[in-house]
């Protein structure tokens, strides 16, 4: 059974920061491409960024380059996002996924194979 747990999410002002984590757990981890996306009230579920496989290609949404920070332990089975100088718009639930679809389909919720349940990050202004 494949699990993805996220965990790091909270409250944070704006300016700070926040690392999140999902564990993975059932799945052949290193073969797959890790991504993380977020959704707002309201609003469609939205790429945030992705690893691939072996930590050699990482995409990101415009809105976070320079921010956000994607990485992976394949050792641990565990991809983090370290997200820096938050905004209130970055307020949403977080979500981790894995999918062994092409990295041109990374910004895809469609393509990505295994969800985790989220995990809600605030930012207050």
């Known amino acids: 059974q494949v699990q993805l747990v996220e965990s790091g999410g909270g409250l944070v002002q704006a300016g700070g920061s926040l690392r999140l984590s999902c564990a993975a757990s059932g799945l052949a981890f290193s073969s797959y491409t890790m991504g993380w996306f977020r959704q707002a009230p309201g609003k469609e579920r939205e790429f945030v960024a992705a690893?691939?496989?072996?930590?050699?290609?990482?995409y990101y949404a415009d809105f976070v380059k320079g921010r956000f920070t994607i990485s992976r332990d394949n050792a641990k089975n565990q991809v983090y996002l370290q997200m820096n100088s938050l905004k209130p718009e970055d307020m949403a639930v977080y979500y981790c996924?894995?999918?062994?679809?092409?990295?041109?389909?990374?910004?895809?919720?469609?393509?990505?194979?295994?969800w985790g349940q989220g995990t809600q990050v605030t930012v207050s202004s």
């Open positions: 690893i691939t496989w072996s930590g050699g290609n990482i």
């Open positions: 996924a894995a999918t062994t679809f092409a990295a041109i389909y990374k910004a895809r919720p469609d393509k990505y194979n295994y």
